[in-house]
């Protein structure tokens, strides 16, 4: 059995592919999990995939396009997603997409962001493909370095390769956090091979008619390799052969130095389940997380936006404010951890503990900055308020993992709550009254939980009696379990 001890790597990837329908990736570091990504068959996602797509509707007071590429909903391009190359006219000042698009027009275009239940997937004309070390960029012709490659002496070697990139007209490079360290004729092997991928899909797109997919991004099991994995990874578990001979593989022709990290994970037990991870996994779907020194953030996710509140633990009054501080630095770290599992995006808002201490103040900004750091999501802050809360507007990756491994409540339709047995019995009272008087039946049969049923047999008989009589009817009430009202 593998466990997580004091002497093992400090950083791990497992790789759980044993279930077709399901892939999981867990990225430990620090003996904790700190990054978890999930796939399923049926919920394929579809954001780098390059279409080529028609222009169906024009819309000028959104200043975007509705484009037909192949997908359920149509993808919506917004102007500033259009690359000039398909203009069709180039008016004076800021272009309107109306005078520079037409219905019928054909595009190449990326997904950027995924379909959801209410929107069609947000689209661009400036489409990126992303290698181990690079990113090649089609229509922006900059050559630029990770702000995330901090160190100035890596990031001048860095610039130095990059003098050896011969980039045809209109392409564009950057190189990824992955490169630090790397060897000159890897990153430029890497280079040759995004510009035989860009030659393909211009072959493809020329081929096929639109609406049509041009290029697909890899699934999610090399994706995750590719995208994530870096130096500081120690050793990458796989629990399936065959998801095990295709990592070894992708990482002989991407990364050969480092095919030795890639293990085969026999044993018996489920993997997360050897790494004990099960019940970190579990945390993820709770509301409430509890810190050490004994506090707790509070995660809600509404419509606009996702709420964390701190609590502290109970304490002395003349410890109020070191306490605030110590819980708060631990909300802090907790909560960009909980953030990035959970792969929460959009509009977040923290409500710390509020501090009277401008220093503890400025240390707690600090240390949620610094445990953003290893997040690949674009992340951006504001300072806290004089109520302690601090705004994050966080980019979205992928599908948050709550809305691709749970679906709504069927008693209480997500909002979190149910009526109480009572509430519910003396609301059927009203209707049985109001079918009564309405429709004068022979007979009337309900259908209803077991524990209304208890409560009208009990504490409603000589109700229902007396309606029967009133109306010369039958009420028969039928308990069934896991009827819902």
Known sequence: MVRRQTKAPTCLMLINAEQPEELRVAIIRKN??????????????????????????IVPS????????????????????????????????????????????????????????????ALTTYLTLPGRYLVLTVGQDHVGISRKITEEKERKRLE???????LPPGLGVIVRTAAAGVTKTEILKDLR?????????????????????????????LRTVRDYFSSEIQEIWVDDAEAYQQVKEFMRLVAPRYQRVVKRYKQPLPIFSSFGLDEEIAQIYEEKVSLPSGGEIVIQTTEALTAIDVNSSHSQEKDLEDTSFKTNLEAAEESARQIRLRNIAGLIVIDFIQMRSKKHLTMVERRLREAFKTDRAKVDFTKMSKFGL?????????????????????LCQGKGFVLTTETRA???????????VLSRPNELY??????????????KRQLLTEMELQFKTKIRILAKEGACL
């Open 193 to 221: 091979y995004l510009l035989r991928l860009w030659e393909a899909i211009k072959k493809q797109a020329q081929q096929v008619e639109a609406p049509a997919l041009v290029y697909q991004e890899m699934n999610l099991l």
């Open 160 to 166: 130095s390769i990059t003098k050896y990139f011969r």
């Open 446 to 459: 309900l259908e209803v939980p077991l524990d209304v049923a208890n409560y009208l047999q009990n504490e």
């Open 32 to 57: 904790r999990l700190d990054e978890f990504y999930i796939e399923r068959i049926t919920q394929e996602q579809t954001r780098g995939n390059i279409y080529k797509g028609i222009v169906y509707d």
């Open 426 to 436: 003396l609301e059927i009272l009203r209707q049985i009254k109001k079918q009564l």
């Open 62 to 121: 959104l200043q975007a396009a509705f484009v037909e590429y192949g997908a359920a909903k149509r993808g919506f391009l917004q102007i500033d997603e259009v690359h000039p190359e398909y203009f069709l006219s180039f008016p004076k000042g800021r272009p309107s997409i109306e005078k520079v698009l037409r219905p019928g027009q054909e595009l190449l275009v990326q997904v950027v962001k995924e379909e959801t239940a209410q929107k069609g997937a």
């Open 390 to 410: 601090i705004e994050i507007s966080r980019q979205r990756l992928r599908p948050s993992l709550l809305s691709l491994t749970t679906m709504s409540c069927p």
